[in-house]
């Protein structure tokens, strides 16, 4: 480099301040002579890894990344035909790593070459990551039919992702923008008011919201997109700037009502199979419980107790089938009340001792002292235990089954605790971890010796967890099985005793039975007079309401589904009546039991409901609930 002299000199100032910003620039500085390096600022090593020993001396070709040499060959070729030249590039790190750089070159005297190279790598990163997003933001446009959108208040416009209409949104193929009013026409019109009322929220307050409404496809029909949005800013003008994000859920919510339509239609044909089983039922379990006042011979009463019993297995079958379908649909409902434990534990071992006596074995009831009452739902219980003490007698051959009861008091919590021990034939290994899957037996094979639906347990762990508790066992096949259940019983004060006998309940009581089924009306009939009634039926809604209006009765007890006018009309009819017709308790006396089912009779304006197939206890539990809401709003 030629000396300069004269005027244009450089100071010792200016030398001095030139030396300084080469030692300390962040940019890195490289001297160039006679086609290798001979100098760097420490930039250089600071950036590329790259000592001054390791610099000096070489071709700047070798640090530069193989990929981009053709670069660098034309930034050479800038450099001699102008003086200068300008690129981006990458130069290769120490350590492997790529370092971009953005490079200005220019020639100096003689053959020196000055070289600056400011580091870019973040900004390179940073257009990288926005590719990627990009990238992301079309794959996920395509896989799932998302797009993002926002709209101006100020011009009234939608600020749309170009390829909308791949997923069935407003727009043609390429287009930005759209007005809210082509927006909304896209909608369908049964939506629009909801969709655009939603949208106005949000555009006065900020407020997030999610919507789900059906959009015109450019290729026709509608697809199912699912809108999310939320204010973005607020204009001058009060009104919010929105960004959202739009789905075609077209698939899914297709595929959701398919799902709600089966549920649908299992509940409805759970219902009807319900219905079905029930009514025969009804007339066979209604004809034995009316034949036991009969006049029998020892044998003739066996033989009545059997029948008795396998139907009452049969509805317990059914019970459990019902009850399944209605945990699975979160519908089982829970009535906790007063309820005396031990005696409770003594009428399931009660009902069940006839059938273990006949089998020659024991079946015993240990209750603790001082177990008292407690709130629980007695029938749930009850359902309970009849099925793990059921399991403990129909599993075992000889010796007998043990069924204790104790309290746990412990946490702040109160609990009873039931265990059922039995001396049977034990449980498998290999099948004691699948015991409470429903539908699964220890036994499945065709040649068991041992029934059942596969349900019970199941049922009952889920009873147990709804109730607070838990259940468990333990088994050693051959020598029996231990099955206990927890559930949380709080104490609480003893009821006070049940006073008179069901006979005579109904004495001087004039009593109308609604049933088209010719068994039915006669097995309720005379369940009714057997509880003192006079009873009058009708064989259907309309003749129920006419004699309704003809006299005046206490009670009335009406089937739902009947020819000519079903239970429900009549019941609506009768309660348009006069005083003081329409004030008649009115009982449902139906097959029809589910518990939605239930509902939707006491919304028709009855009392209460007596599931068929009909027994005496379930009309005078039923009875008695009816008069103890009459003397309740008598004393009110």
């Known amino acids: 480099m030629a000396e300069t002299t004269g005027a244009n000199a450089p100071s010792e100032l200016d030398i001095e301040a030139a030396r300084w910003f080469f030692q300390n620039a962040v940019d890195i500085f490289v001297l160039i002579r006679g086609g290798t390096i001979s100098r760097i600022n420490p930039a250089w090593t600071e950036l590329s890894g790259w000592s001054v020993e390791e610099t000096v001396g070489r071709p700047m070709e070798e640090f530069i990344h193989p990929g981009d040499e053709q670069i660098v060959r034309d930034l050479i070729t800038d450099l001699i035909a102008d003086g200068h030249g300008r690129a981006e590039h990458r130069l290769l790190r120490k350590d492997g790593q790529d370092l971009w750089v953005r490079s200005r070159v220019k020639r100096g005297s003689g053959d020196a070459t000055i070289v600056v190279l400011e580091d870019v790598t973040d900004e390179h990163r940073r257009v990288a990551d926005s590719a990627d997003a990009v990238r992301t933001n079309d794959l996920l446009r395509e896989a799932a039919g998302v797009y993002i959108w926002r709209f101006d208040p100020d011009t009234g416009l939608y600020d749309i992702d170009p390829d909308l209409s791949t997923v069935g949104a407003p727009g043609t193929s390429g287009s930005r923008t759209i007005t809210a009013d082509q927006m909304t026409a896209e909608i369908h019109p049964d939506d629009q008011k909801r969709v655009t009322d939603a949208f106005y929220r949000t555009l006065a307050t900020g407020e997030p919201l999610v919507v789900e409404y059906r959009h015109f496809r450019s290729e026709g029909g509608w ?41 649908e239609a299992k509940a409805q044909f759970l219902a009807n199979m319900s219905h079905e089983i029930r009514t025969p039922m009804n007339g066979v379990l209604g004809v034995l419980h009316l034949l036991k006042s009969e006049n029998l011979t020892p044998d003739g009463r066996q033989l009545l107790e059997e029948a008795v019993g396998c139907g009452q297995m049969l509805a317990e079958l059914l019970n459990d ?107 498998a290994d290999e099948a004691q971890a699948d015991l409470f899957q429903r539908f699964h037996q220890a036994d499945g094979s065709t040649t068991r010796r041992f029934g059942g639906s596969g349900l019970g347990l199941a049922i009952s762990r889920r009873l147990a967890e709804l109730m607070g508790g838990e259940i468990g066992f333990y088994s050693k096949p051959g020598e029996g099985s231990t099955f206990w259940i927890e559930v949380l019983a709080p104490r609480v004060e003893a009821r006070a005793a049940d006073t008179g006998e069901a006979e005579g309940l109904l004495d001087g009581l004039r009593v109308l039975v609604v049933e088209d089924n010719p068994t039915n009306r006669l097995i309720a009939t005379r369940m009714l007079q057997q509880l003192g009634a006079d009873v009058e039926t009708a064989d259907d809604g309309q003749q129920g309401v006419e004699a309704a209006t003809r006299q005046a009765f206490d009670l009335i007890f009406m089937d739902i589904q009947m020819p000519v006018m079903d239970g429900m009309e009549a019941t609506r009819r009768i309660r348009a009546l006069p005083e003081p017709v329409c004030s008649t308790p009115i009982l449902a006396m139906t097959a029809n039991a589910m518990s939605y089912q239930a509902d939707s009779y006491l919304v028709a304006g009855m009392n209460g409901i007596v599931a068929k197939p009909l027994s005496p206890a379930a009309l005078v539990a039923q009875i008695a609930a009816i008069v103890a809401q009459s003397e309740h709003e008598a004393a009110a």
């Open 223 to 263: 697809a199912r997109l699912r809108a999310s949005w939320r204010g973005l800013c607020k204009r001058s003008t009060g009104l919010w700037a929105v960004l959202g994000l739009t789905q075609d859920v077209s698939e899914v919510a297709e595929a959701r009502d398919a799902a709600l339509e089966a549920a």
């Open 321 to 427: 089938v019902i009850d399944f379908s209605k945990i699975e649909a979160g519908r089982l409902e829970f009535s906790p009340e007063p309820t005396d434990p031990g005696a409770l534990l003594n009428s399931v071992a009660g009902l069940l001792r006839p059938q273990s006596s006949a089998r020659g074995l024991w079946l015993n009831t240990h209750v603790d002292p001082g177990i008292g009452w407690a709130s629980v739902d007695p029938v749930r219980l009850r359902q309970i235990l009849f099925n793990l003490i059921g399991n403990a007698v129909k599993f075992t051959l000889t010796g007998g089954v043990d069924a204790r009861l104790s309290r746990l008091d412990r946490d702040g919590e109160s609990r009873l605790r039931f265990e059922i021990t039995d001396t049977g034939v034990g449980i």
